[in-house]
Nanobody, 115 residues
Framework: QVQVVESGGGLVQPGGSLRLSCAVSGIVFDVDKMGWYRQAPGKQRGLVAFITSGGNTNYADSVKDRFTISRDNAKNTVYLQMNSLKPEDTAVYYC?????????WGQGTQVTVSS
């Protein structure tokens, strides 16, 4: 069984920073892509950023130059450093891990950007 657990969400003022973490555990091997998605109220879930096992990254245009994704392959952990946060970044953030041709999702962590 595979567990995907996110942490690090919360309430932050506009312009502030947060760091999300996601650990994948259980029967895990050769994790290829790890990434973050988000879903705001009334909107579809969309990609924020992903990173491959080789370190290649991809970001949504709306977060480029503000967010940085990284990972620790030995720990099957992925991080999302979020800087210069805006109210429109408010959403539930979901971690995704892809391996053995399957997608695994966490339960999500709430990020709220508000003064």
């Amino acid at each position: 069984q595979v567990q995907v657990v996110e942490s690090g969400g919360g309430l932050v003022q506009p312009g502030g920073s947060l760091r999300l973490s996601c650990a994948v555990s259980g029967i895990v091997f050769d994790v290829d892509k790890m990434g973050w998605y988000r879903q705001a109220p009334g909107k579809q879930r969309g990609l924020v950023a992903f990173i491959t096992s080789g370190g290649n990254t991809n970001y949504a245009d709306s977060v480029k130059d503000r967010f940085t994704i990284s990972r620790d392959n030995a720990k099957n952990t992925v991080y999302l450093q979020m800087n210069s946060l805006k109210p429109e970044d408010t959403a539930v953030y979901y971690c995704n891990a892809n391996f053995a041709s399957q997608d695994y999702w966490g339960q999500g962590t709430q990020v709220t950007v508000s003064s």
